[in-house]
């Protein structure tokens, strides 16, 4: 249902005496008068339209409606529980080594290039800590296996709010090397270009999988979209952040894809509707 909200009143001074108002989820409005002739029939439209569109009152929604009328359904499916790491990495070809942190190994694919495999899970609380080294990430998450556990705190500490970069989408060719996509936050160079060499490294690795090369000579084969406008991006070097230098990210190429803040995307959401509606 695309309507987002409707009201309805009646022009006792005009022949058309019921008028419908009707505002889309889109932006767009519409106005149907009735003569009085036709009041039946405004009168079952709005009666359809309380019956489909959504109520105002939050308790009357259907997710609340659901929840009283079968208030055993959740605690039965579990469906907090429908999203199964290894399933999910399984289904994308992904093949876990053993490691310390007893993770159960998945069977290897009989076309996959190497017997090692080239990622791993990470726990994300550190019981030695007593905290999460990233709130805002899942209960464990997929990083590059070749790497130390020294190296992923330092390149999370290089992130912020710890956001370092995880797997979030894999796919084999066959006798290629993996595909990936991987998600992080902005790095924290600052105006005085603070390096991190565990960063870079990182990056290097999800480039290059197989191989941790330490090298600066590295071929591109990493490409980095930072949805920001680039003089966004300069800007917050001010605030301690920024974006990767390529002078030491010898392996990536970065793309800036000039979208917006959301106070921005909000404002111009705004002007196009506006647009519309004249």
Same mark, same amino acid.
């Given at each position: 249902?695309?309507?987002?909200?409707?009201?309805?009143?009646?022009?006792?001074?005009?022949?058309?005496?019921?008028?419908?108002?009707?505002?889309?989820?889109?932006?767009?409005?519409?106005?149907?008068?009735?003569?009085?002739?036709?009041?039946?029939?405004?009168?079952?439209?709005?009666?359809?339209?309380?019956?489909?569109?959504?109520?105002?009152?939050?308790?009357?929604?259907?997710?609340?409606?659901?929840?009283?009328?079968?208030?055993?359904?959740?605690?039965?499916?579990?469906?907090?529980?429908?999203?199964?790491?290894?399933?999910?990495?399984?289904?994308?070809?992904?093949?876990?080594?053993?490691?310390?942190?007893?993770?159960?190994?998945?069977?290897?694919?009989?076309?996959?290039?190497?017997?090692?495999?080239?990622?791993?899970?990470?726990?994300?609380?550190?019981?030695?800590?007593?905290?999460?080294?990233?709130?805002? !990430?899942? %209960?464990?998450?997929?990083?590059?296996?070749?790497?130390?556990?020294?190296?992923?705190?330092?390149?999370?500490?290089?992130?912020?709010?710890?956001?370092?970069?995880?797997? /979030?989408?894999?796919?084999?060719?066959?006798?290629?090397?993996?595909?990936?996509?991987?998600?992080?936050?902005?790095?924290?160079?600052?105006?005085?270009?603070?390096?991190?060499?565990?960063?870079?490294? !990182?990056?290097?690795?999800?480039?290059?999988?197989? &191989?941790?090369?330490?090298? &600066?000579?590295? %071929?591109?084969?990493?490409?980095?979209?930072? /949805?920001?406008? !680039?003089?966004?991006?300069?800007?917050?070097?001010?605030?301690?952040?920024?974006?990767?230098?390529?002078? !030491?990210?010898?392996? /990536?190429?970065?793309?800036?894809?000039?979208?917006?803040?959301?106070?921005?995307?909000?404002?111009?959401?705004?002007?196009?509707?506006?647009?519309?509606?004249?």
């Amino acid at each position: 249902m695309s309507i987002k909200k409707y009201h309805s009143k009646n022009d006792k001074k005009r022949a058309l005496s019921n008028t419908l108002n009707i505002s889309t989820k889109c932006g767009r409005k519409f106005k149907l008068s009735f003569s009085y002739e036709d009041s039946i029939e405004a009168k079952k439209l709005h009666e359809t339209l309380e019956k489909f569109v959504p109520p105002p009152k939050l308790f009357l929604n259907f997710a609340f409606a659901f929840h009283s009328r079968f208030p055993n359904f959740e605690e039965k499916h579990k469906g907090w529980q429908v999203y199964d790491l290894d399933k999910e990495y399984q289904r994308q070809g992904v093949v876990f080594e053993q490691s310390l942190q007893n993770v159960e190994e998945i069977p290897t694919r009989k076309n996959s290039i190497t017997t090692k495999t080239p990622f791993k899970k990470y726990t994300n609380y550190d019981e030695k800590e007593s905290q999460w080294l990233c709130d805002s !990430y899942p %209960p464990k998450f997929i990083v590059p296996s070749l790497l130390e556990n020294e190296e992923i705190l330092k390149t999370a500490k290089y992130r912020t709010k710890h956001r370092l970069p995880v797997l /979030a989408y894999h796919h084999t060719m066959e006798e290629e090397h993996p595909v990936s996509i991987w998600r992080s936050s902005q790095c924290k160079p600052g105006f005085a270009s603070k390096r991190s060499a565990e960063d870079e490294q !990182y990056l290097r690795v999800i480039g290059n999988p197989y &191989k941790k090369d330490s090298g &600066k000579e590295c %071929p591109v084969n990493l490409h980095i979209y930072d /949805a920001r406008p !680039y003089l966004n991006a300069v800007a917050n070097k001010m605030n301690g952040k920024g974006y990767e230098n390529l002078n !030491y990210y010898r392996n /990536a190429e970065i793309f800036f894809l000039d979208i917006d803040n959301i106070h921005g995307v909000r404002d111009k959401y705004k002007k196009l509707i506006k647009t519309s509606n004249t």
